[in-house]
């Protein structure tokens, strides 16, 4: 069975630095990766995802992730924090032909003025 | 764009109450699922189903039941509310049948935040 890990529950960064959230993944195949995005009192909105082909793959809002099969990771980078990036991030992975995708437990990112 | 709709942002009931948590997909996905969401314990999944009239226990379907009668609708029931169910509830929906639709992910809607007094 597939899993997901998000290292660090809380991440603080200023604005103008580089964001780094970790994700690892265990699966026994190839997966879909997946980084969602939640603002407060708000579902989740879906900011990138890698399927096939290219393993760097960009989002929305300026965010990137890059599989990394070899480390079973797919971080979540942005070169340059803005005071609208504080959110929840949510990592989540799945199997081709699977019908549910699974969960990290979420990073809180805060950006400092 | 898909939308999905939960019926409400905010709710307030007491213990023992039944409630009925409401979500409403328009592009015609097959599957339909209902998460809990609590500080600390991220996206928990209550109840799932792939297509009319099915559904599946997720993690935590204790105290929950659900219906779908109508493939745009999926119901969140609880059945005698208690304190501990005081959450975020998340509806999400994704279709199915060519594999690589499972890469679109989900889509969620913007959650109901039930109060359990």
């Known amino acids: 069975a597939q899993s997901v890990t998000q290292l660090g529950s809380h991440v603080s960064v200023s604005e103008g630095a580089l964001v780094l959230l970790r994700c690892n993944y265990s699966?026994?195949?190839?997966?879909?990766l997946f980084w969602y995005v939640q603002y407060p009192n708000q579902g989740l909105q879906l900011l990138l995802k890698?399927?096939?082909?290219?393993?760097l793959v960009k989002g929305i809002n300026g965010f990137e992730a890059e599989f990394k099969k070899s480390e079973t990771s797919f971080h979540l980078t942005k070169p340059s924090a803005h005071m609208s990036d504080a959110a929840e991030y949510f990592c989540a992975v799945t199997l081709r032909g699977a019908q549910k995708l699974v969960f990290g437990q979420g990073t809180r990112l805060t950006i400092n003025p | 764009d898909v939308k999905v709709t939960q019926s409400s942002r905010y709710l307030v009931k007491r213990t023992g109450e039944k409630v009925f948590l409401e979500c409403v997909q328009d592009m015609d996905h097959e599957n339909m699922f209902w998460y809990r969401q609590d500080p600390g314990l991220g996206l928990r999944l209550i109840y799932f189903?792939?297509?009319?009239?099915?559904?599946e226990k997720g993690d935590i379907p204790e105290g929950y039941s659900v219906s779908r009668e109508k493939k745009e609708r999926f119901s969140l029931i609880l059945e005698s509310a208690s304190t501990n169910q005081t959450s975020m509830y998340l509806c999400a929906s994704s279709g199915r049948g060519v594999v690589a639709r499972v890469g679109y992910g989900y889509t969620f809607g913007s959650g109901t935040r039930l109060t359990v007094v």
């Open positions: 189903s792939y297509d009319v009239k099915m559904k």
């Open positions: 699966s026994s195949v190839p997966p879909y």
């Open positions: 890698y399927t096939t082909g290219a393993t």
